[in-house]
């Protein structure tokens, strides 16, 4: 079991960044498959990205490509969502999420079902 924890949300203006980062506990870190989703009021919750979990993969919605980038630090047990020129779309809860996968095939998962474990979430607050 992996329990998530997500920092770095903030309120910002439009065309800013913020740097979003999700701790993991538990030692087998490497073992999932990372994700983030985002929930807005009255929405579902969605797809943001993915990666892999040597980092070598990555997957985007594409709402965000090209402004948004997924990374993590196995050693140290956290992932990142770096984004950029932010919109006020963009303003949401945005959560952390953890798939375990033994796979040797990499398939990075968009839906919320695929994930196993979920954080608490951050949010996110984009004034235009």
């Known amino acids: 079991q992996v329990q998530l924890v997500e920092s770095g949300g903030g309120l910002v203006q439009a065309g800013g960044s913020l740097r979003l980062s999700c701790a993991a506990s538990?030692?087998?870190?490497?073992?999932?498959?990372m994700g983030w989703f985002r929930q807005a009021p009255g929405k579902e919750r969605e797809f943001v990205a993915a990666i892999s979990r040597s980092g070598g993969s990555t997957k985007y919605a594409n709402s965000v490509k090209g402004r948004v980038t997924i990374s993590r630090d196995n050693a140290k047990n956290t992932v990142y969502l770096q984004m950029n020129s932010l919109k006020p779309e963009d303003t949401a809860v945005y959560y952390c999420?953890?798939?375990?996968?033994?796979?040797?095939?990499?398939?990075?998962?968009?839906?919320?079902?695929?994930?196993?474990?979920w954080g608490q979430g951050t949010q996110v607050t984009v004034a235009s």
């Open positions: 538990g030692r087998t870190f490497i073992s999932y498959i």
């Open positions: 999420a953890a798939k375990q996968d033994r796979s040797a095939i990499v398939v990075l998962t968009t839906t919320t079902h695929g994930y196993d474990y």
